[in-house]
Each structure stands twice: as structure tokens, then as C-alpha cells.
């Protein structure tokens, strides 16, 4: 898997967008920074899966993501992995598929 972070420039502002709205992000925080963030969850949470996630079908993706950018804003990634693990083994189940070798 060469690029694990294929998202398009629409999909990180509409994911910054609702980042911002529920998160109560503060306006002193540049977009620069949380687009940083976004970038770094989805080549993590790719990464971790093995696969390039849709984050606009995959509600639970984008959810886990929608943390990730929390966590990282406040420095407390270490934490995030502990307490999100259970996500990311439910992304794997969700994203294996068998190649039927033998």
C-alpha cells in the first residue's frame, strides 16, 4: 500500500468542519494544525487496517478519526490508542478480507 492517505481536499474540510462544531475547537486554532492532525489519523487508522478507508461511508472510521484530531490537539495520543483499541481491531475485522491462500 503505497499512499494511505487518500482523501481528498473536500473531505478534509468537511471533516474539519464538523471537527471544529463539535468539538467547540477554538478559533486560535489554525486549520493548518487540525488538517495536520486529520492527516496524520487517516494514514494511522489506514495503516492499522491495511486499507484505504472510505471516511464519508464509514461512520465508524470517521468517528474513530474525529478523535484521533481530539486527542492529538491536546497532546494525548498515547491515551487515545489505549482507550480506542477496541475501534481499531473493529476497523480490521471490518476491513480483512480473505485471500484464501492455503
Known amino acids: 500500500m503505497d499512499n494511505k492517505n487518500n482523501i481528498s481536499k473536500d473531505n ?4 474539519l468542519l464538523e471537527i471544529r462544531k463539535e468539538q467547540a475547537i477554538s478559533p486560535a486554532i489554525k486549520d493548518a494544525t487540525l488538517i495536520s492532525y486529520i492527516k ?5 487508522i489506514n495503516d492499522i487496517c491495511g486499507k484505504e478507508i472510505d471516511y464519508n461511508a464509514n461512520l465508524v472510521a470517521r468517528s474513530l478519526l474525529k ?5 492529538a490537539n491536546y497532546k494525548r495520543l498515547a491515551e487515545f490508542k489505549e482507550l480506542y483499541s477496541g475501534e481499531y481491531i473493529r476497523l480490521q475485522r471490518d476491513c480483512y478480507i480473505d485471500s484464501n491462500v492455503q
Do not use: C, R, S, T
Not at 40 to 44: F, K, Q, R, S, T
Open 12 to 15: 478534509y474540510n468537511d471533516i
Open 40 to 44: 496524520e489519523g487517516v494514514y494511522d
Open 67 to 71: 478523535n484521533y484530531v481530539l486527542y
